[in-house]
């Protein structure tokens, strides 16, 4: 019997950039864990101890003793914050810095701050906040076979605090450099305040669909009494009461009454449905009018809402090709800026004879102005953000890969039938080839219930209100691409498929003999045409791919502008169709995310257009819940905008440190003006992540 894998998932406090992050991912891995993921942009941490005789409180040991804390459910922030540490190491340093600045300007100072013992008095303070904050992380990297970003900044204030305690001793005025280590231990503090602060905005979209959960609903017992309790005590096939205004606690199917229900929340549909009597409902959607009672369907991590959440997460943490490279560099940059660092100290003073004190701060800058930070956050921020978006215009995106891949799909290939029309058919015409109508309109409805088809759909509404009664079969089967065909007690054989006159699209067979000839019509999506426009405008190639007969599928490319389609595909044939198209470039299928999942799973990338079904939830890369064809463009737009993003911000992270690390090297940039700049250089990169919020799509 194979041993269930139990992921157990936690909250990590502290974590700055990527290089945290993969320290504790290579402590974890180290340790015999199996699938860990660490994501320093949420603070979570993933891993199984399926293959290791540890237990979770010795991985939480483990992470506390690498310089982080994790967050359980009875832990309380601590009273030592970063805040407090903020303005406790602000205070402090300001008359330091202003001093500086006083000395720059040639502006007189009080006597008492040339006083080293003065300027030490003022440092201290500073400098343990330093030690314990920066230092700790460092030692526990270190120790541990990793470097983080708190390595350098340690090294370089404890470099300028150890040279000043020197020059306090000998009495020498030019080694003391105390408001440099100061400062540099504030500024960074204030940057990793501004970055923690600028990261949580990233992340409102989870947040935002954990609060739509609901904790209370009114139980209907046997005996008819309504009991309020929380929804965790609530089973599948219990009976709740909701009411006007209530948030659905669960989702479920009604019994009895109406309600327009707002699903705007899961979906981006702004209109509220109506929902009658046998009509599912989503759990977080809210009742505008009406109430009714509904039996659960779905509890826990089966709801959609729960599902949705999931894949938000799971995209989130996904990493998209272009990171790739980014986390690589990251990984070797903080060995190499010490090699720079050094290489820096040395040649300044021995090899272009620049003073040690002076050489000592060009080191110090080059290991201050080092950003890998920017480098980690470029990618996870804007994944992020790009696809919180897309969640809240109800568009779900199954991982930041998909994202980037998304954003360089070249070819659209569109089903027909409940794609780009409405798959709500009317029956417009009926050759009944003399023979019994009200025969046919049973044969017709009692062959049809057995399929999900659109068009089968339909034809059964069509044919309930011609009068239609259900008759037994012996055996009824659906060949996909082909029809339904059934067996009566007589040994008759029907086919309903379809037809070989160009006059209709159905014909209805008995022992191989056409006995009636349906025509159907198919109106076209009211945002069809609009999509295809849109895709076009972005210099793509669309095509409509479909089972259809070939001039009914040609007068629906030709109305939309589409020069390629494909008709009276089979199953297989779609597949090969797709198939070839991929090789040639990134290709996205457009279907209903259910007779077109094969389909769906060969395309570059699958799009499906069913709904806020779970089965479209499972069929397809990227969902529209809102069931609306120009969520397509809202997609294609943002995933556009997101990879664009992502560039800007590599190219940011890039080439800030290409430009910074020379002029702090040849000394034309101060350490203190070094940490400034590296403060903020991630908070740049997250802002840019931020624009995506509220940017406009085109």
């Known amino acids: 019997m194979s041993k269930e894998i139990n992921i157990i998932e936690l909250q990590v406090d502290g974590m700055d950039c990527a290089n945290c992050a993969a320290g504790i991912d290579r402590y974890l891995t180290g340790k015999g864990l199996e699938k860990v993921f660490v994501n320093f942009v949420t603070g979570e941490v993933q891993f199984s101890l399926a293959s290791t005789v540890l237990q979770q409180q010795d991985v939480e040991k483990g992470i506390s003793d690498l310089g982080y804390r994790v967050i359980n459910e009875d832990s309380v922030p601590p009273w030592w914050s970063i805040e407090r540490k903020l303005w406790v190491a602000a205070f402090f340093t300001a008359p330091l810095f202003l001093l500086h600045i006083l000395m720059v300007l040639g502006i007189p100072y009080p006597s008492i701050m040339d006083n080293p013992y003065t300027q030490l008095a003022l440092c201290l303070p500073v400098f343990l906040i330093g030690v314990f904050h920066f230092g700790r992380s460092a030692w526990a990297a270190v120790s541990h076979g990793t470097t983080n970003m708190d390595v350098l900044i340690f090294i370089g204030s404890t470099a300028a605090f150890v040279y000043s305690l020197i020059g306090t001793y000998l009495g020498e005025p030019n080694y003391i450099f105390y408001e440099t280590a100061a400062t540099i231990i504030t500024l960074v503090l204030v940057g990793n305040w501004l970055e923690h602060r600028s990261v949580q905005q990233t992340t409102t979209a989870i947040d935002e669909l954990s609060q739509l959960q609901v904790e209370k609903a009114n139980k209907v017992l046997h005996s008819g009494a309504i009991v309020n309790l929380a929804v965790e005590e609530i089973k599948v096939g219990d009976i709740l009461q909701v009411n006007e205004g209530d948030t659905i606690p669960l989702d479920g199917r009604i019994l009895s009454g109406t309600g327009f229900i707002d699903e705007s929340m899961l979906t981006g549909e702004s209109l509220s449905i109506a929902k009658t009597k046998g009509q599912d409902v989503v759990g977080a959607s809210i009742v505008k009018d009406g109430n009714f009672r509904m039996q659960v369907t779905a509890i826990g991590k089966e709801t959609l809402l729960s599902k949705i959440i999931e894949i938000v997460k799971t995209a989130q943490q996904d990493k998209p090709a272009i990171q790739k490279l980014a986390d690589q560099i990251s990984a070797w940059f903080v060995p190499i800026v010490l090699s720079i660092s050094i290489l820096t100290l040395v040649l300044s003073y021995f090899v272009f004879s620049v003073p040690f004190g002076n050489a000592l701060m060009n080191s110090i800058a080059v290991l201050v102005i080092s950003c890998p930070c920017a480098m980690g956050l470029a990618t996870p921020t804007a994944v992020t953000v790009g696809i919180g978006r897309m969640a809240k215009e109800g568009v779900l995106v199954k991982g930041g890969q998909t994202l980037e891949t998304f954003g360089k799909i070249k070819q659209f290939v569109f089903d027909k039938t409940g794609t780009l029309t409405t798959g709500d058919f009317a029956v417009k015409k009926i050759d009944y080839k003399g023979n019994d109508p009200s025969e046919i309109h049973n044969l017709i409805y009692a062959m ?98 479909s089972g259809d007969k070939t001039p009914k599928v040609q007068q629906v490319a030709n109305d939309l502008g589409i020069k ?114 590296m403060a903020f250089s991630d908070v740049v990169v997250i802002g840019n992540s931020l624009r995506l919020k509220r940017k406009k799509i085109v």
């Open 564 to 677: 390629e389609y494909y008709g009276e595909q089979h199953p297989e044939q779609k597949l090969s169709t797709i198939e070839q198209l991929s090789k040639t470039s990134p290709t996205a299928m457009i279907g209903d995310g259910i007779n077109d999942a094969p389909a769906l799973a060969k395309a570059t990338i699958g799009v499906s257009l069913s709904g806020a079904s779970k089965v479209a939830i499972q069929s397809a890369q990227v969902i529209l819940l809102n069931n609306r064809l120009s969520s397509l463009t809202k997609a294609v737009g943002i995933s556009q905008a997101t990879l664009t993003t992502i560039k800007q911000n590599l190219f940011w992270a890039f080439a800030y440190n290409i430009v910074a690390i020379p002029m702090a090297a040849v000394g034309l940039l101060s350490p203190m003006w070094a940490a400034l700049f």
């Open 448 to 545: 049809e219930t057995y399929s999900s088809h659109p068009i089968a759909q339909s034809l059964v509404k069509a044919m309930q209100a011609k009068g239609a009664k259900s008759m037994l079969f012996q055996s009824v089967e659906e060949q996909k691409g082909k029809g339904m065909v059934a067996e009566d007690k007589q040994g008759n054989i029907y086919e309903l498929g379809a037809s070989k006159n160009e006059a209709f699209n159905l014909s209805l067979l008995k022992n191989k003999k056409v006995i009636a000839e349906i025509s159907i019509v198919d109106e076209l999506r009211p945002d069809a045409a609009a999509t295809i426009d849109y895709l076009h405008n972005k210099e793509v190639t669309t095509y409509l791919l």
